[in-house]
């Protein structure tokens, strides 16, 4: 669980150090769950960012 804050947050290829998402910031707020989504691909260099907030 992460608190209450900005978060930056930052996406890396497994095995690698290479950062292909970020970092970018996020609110998160108190009373909710938010989630992140990297979609697309890394090789293909299509990757995106989906956010879900539920309260």
């Known amino acids: 669980m992460v608190p209450a804050s900005d978060v930056s947050v930052s996406v890396d290829v497994t095995g690698k150090t ?11 707020k ?15 260099k299509t990757l995106t960012v989906a956010v879900q907030t539920h309260r």
């Open 30 to 44: 108190a009373g909710t769950t938010t989630v992140i989504y990297a979609i697309g691909s890394a090789a293909g």
């Open 18 to 28: 290479t950062t292909v998402i970020g970092p970018a910031s996020f609110n998160f």
